[in-house]
Structures are given as structure tokens and as C-alpha cells.
């Protein structure tokens, strides 16, 4: 089973992607800033983060920059779940290193399929 990580500060947000997750057969770990996600990635090896990326003490873009400056984690796919969805944020979100970006609030409906997308497009062959 794929390992997802979660990195969210709001938590009612943490608990719906998470269960979400879980009706879909995974069991994500979870992280309410940067720091608690990095500290995660240095044990564990991970195939997918979902970010939001208005965290506090660390900002999505800087967890990102790490994640993508250290040899050991700068492949892990990285996906951006925010509510700044204007094309501007974007466009910046995906320049910076995201391979995906979906928007707040996430659709109950569809999150489970897009998750296991992710997976399966970013684990196929180029």
C-alpha cells in the first residue's frame, strides 16, 4: 500500500482527508506543519504528500523547496491542497515543484479517485 502524507494545520481538514483516505483503503500519516513533515520524511519513505500550502512557522513553498533540495525525498510527488486556486497561485504552486494542485474544499466525491490518480500516473513510467 502507497504511503500518503498529510501535512495540514487546520484539523478538522487533517481528519476529513485522512478519513477519506482511510474509506479508501490507506493509512496516512499526518503532519500539522513543516517541520513535523520533515521530521516525518527523515524516518519514513513516502510516495505521496498532499500540502496545504498556507502553513504556519514553515509556508507550503518552503516545505516544497526543502522537500526538492534533498536528494532523499526530492522525487516523492507532491500535491498542493490549497484554497488559493487563482491561475496566478497556481502557476507558482506548479513552477515551484507540486505536480498537482487541487483546490479547498475538497470534493468529498472525487478525492478518494484523484488520490489513487496521483498515485498511478506518478508511479507509471515516462
Known amino acids: 500500500m502507497p504511503e500518503i502524507l498529510i501535512v495540514e494545520d487546520n484539523l478538522l481538514n487533517l481528519a476529513v482527508e485522512s478519513d477519506l483516505l482511510k474509506s479508501c483503503g490507506y493509512d496516512p500519516i499526518k503532519a500539522k506543519n513543516g517541520f513535523e513533515a520533515l521530521e516525518v520524511l527523515s524516518k519514513v519513505k513516502v510516495d505521496l504528500i498532499l500540502m496545504d500550502m498556507e502553513l504556519p512557522k514553515m ?68
Open 59 to 126: 509556508h507550503g513553498l518552503e516545505l516544497l523547496q526543502r522537500i526538492k533540495c534533498n536528494p532523499d525525498t526530492e522525487s516523492i510527488k507532491v500535491v498542493a491542497v490549497t484554497g488559493n486556486c487563482d491561475p496566478e497561485s497556481r502557476q507558482e504552486f506548479l513552477k515551484a515543484g507540486c505536480h498537482a494542485v487541487l483546490s479547498k474544499p475538497i470534493n468529498f466525491d472525487r478525492f478518494g479517485s484523484q488520490v489513487k490518480e496521483f498515485l498511478t500516473v506518478m508511479s507509471s513510467p515516462h
